[in-house]
């Protein structure tokens, strides 16, 4: 399919994998650990695309809130993960970088990001931000706590993820943006759809790139 007017900057809100394991009698670990292997596949879709910059919810401030073993397991999973497909990563050219607090992961968590972003800086494909214990309450609030001069450029200058978003996807039905990079979103054009993200396959990646490509930005104007 060939679609006109790519976005450059598309973030994703990955809901819907603890009920689309529950739909399949599951446990909510399973849908986890399916988004996981969705997402692998869907950033090399884009990256294939030619988008430039992927920006997804993995961990929010507020996924704290969730039962201890379902934090647990996604706190420890994406090491098992990554460590499987860490040749398919590098393979597929993707800058990946990590957004969002640092205090209050594990060590071995943080040793798995830090040689992914190293081993990857020089790629040339796309850049993928995983956010994990990120909210933008606490991003903004964080930048501007650093700032000498409070104005709009040195702000952005300051936020964890610095590109404005053109188009925002959500899955699993909910219409609502949960606290996520909500100064970047100002503008972006908004795509909700009522699929489960571990369901979210490529061809309805494309069908919210095609949907993107009819609308008409206007940034406030005419």
């Known amino acids: 399919m060939k679609i006109q007017n790519l976005p450059k900057h598309v973030a994703i ?6 009920r689309w394991a529950k739909r399949l009698h599951l446990p909510r670990s399973a849908g986890h650990y399916q988004g996981g292997l969705n997402l692998a596949k869907i950033a090399e879709h884009a990256n294939k695309r030619g988008i430039e910059e992927l920006t997804v919810y993995a961990f929010s401030t507020e996924n704290w809130k969730r039962p201890q073993d379902e934090v647990e397991y996604l706190m420890t999973k994406p090491i098992e993960v990554v460590g499987k497909n860490k040749a398919r990563i590098c393979q597929a050219n993707i800058r990946i970088r990590f ?13 798995l990001m830090d040689s992914l972003e190293d081993e990857t800086k020089d790629f040339t494909g796309m850049t ?13 609030i964080t930048a501007i706590k650093q700032m000498d001069v409070i104005d709009e450029a040195h702000l952005e200058q300051h936020l964890m993820v610095n590109r404005p ?5 959500r899955t699993g039905g909910e219409q609502r943006l949960s606290n996520f990079l909500l100064w970047q979103i100002a503008y972006a054009e908004l795509y909700f759809t009522k699929r489960y993200w571990p369901a979210f396959k490529i061809k ?16 406030g104007g005419l």
Not at 13 to 18: Q, S
Not at 128 to 140: A, K, M, R, W
Not at 204 to 219: C, I, N, P, T, V
Request: proline share 0%.
């Open 128 to 140: 993928i931000n995983v956010c994990i214990d990120y909210g933008s309450y606490d991003e903004l």
């Open 165 to 169: 978003v053109d188009l925002l996807i």
């Open 204 to 219: 309805h990646f494309d069908r919210a790139l095609k949907e993107y490509s009819k609308r008409q930005r206007r940034f």
């Open 99 to 111: 957004k969002g607090r640092k205090d209050r992961l594990s060590k071995d968590i943080l040793e």
């Open 13 to 18: 809100i990955l809901d819907g994998n603890g």
